[in-house]
């Protein structure tokens, strides 16, 4: 079965930077053919969209994210990566990472925490 295993999560002051990865296992066919994605909730509000990237490595942000969070992938590790920079205490959230493809149920990984305080 397909598992997303989130990294990288902690604890960090307003300004730093933070790398989250996503890896993937029990994939049958080529992740290539997957499309990718960050999101994140934070206590008491609706999960949301933070960045994805398609099959094609085409590239989508959340507005409040843009410029400050780069989303990669690696196909041959099988893994997504999230760099955020300049992070601010209302980035504080569990970040989850997706795997999709169109027409199917998604899956999801477990969540990494993400903490931005002083």
């Known amino acids: 079965q397909v598992q997303l295993v989130e990294s990288g999560g902690g604890l960090v002051q307003p300004g730093g930077s933070l790398r989250l990865s996503c890896a993937a296992s029990g994939i049958i066919f080529s992740i290539s053919i997957y499309n990718m994605g960050w999101y994140r909730q934070a206590p008491g509000k609706q999960r949301e969209l933070v960045a994805t990237i398609t099959s094609g490595g085409s590239t989508n942000y959340a507005d409040s994210v843009k410029g400050r969070f780069t989303i990669s992938r690696d196909n041959a590790k099988k893994t997504a990566y999230l760099q955020m920079n300049s992070l601010k205490p209302e980035d504080t959230a569990v970040y989850y990472c997706?795997?999709?493809?169109?027409?199917?149920?998604?899956?999801w990984g477990q969540g990494t925490q993400v903490t931005v305080s002083s």
């Open positions: 997706q795997l999709s493809r169109p027409g199917r149920t998604p899956y």
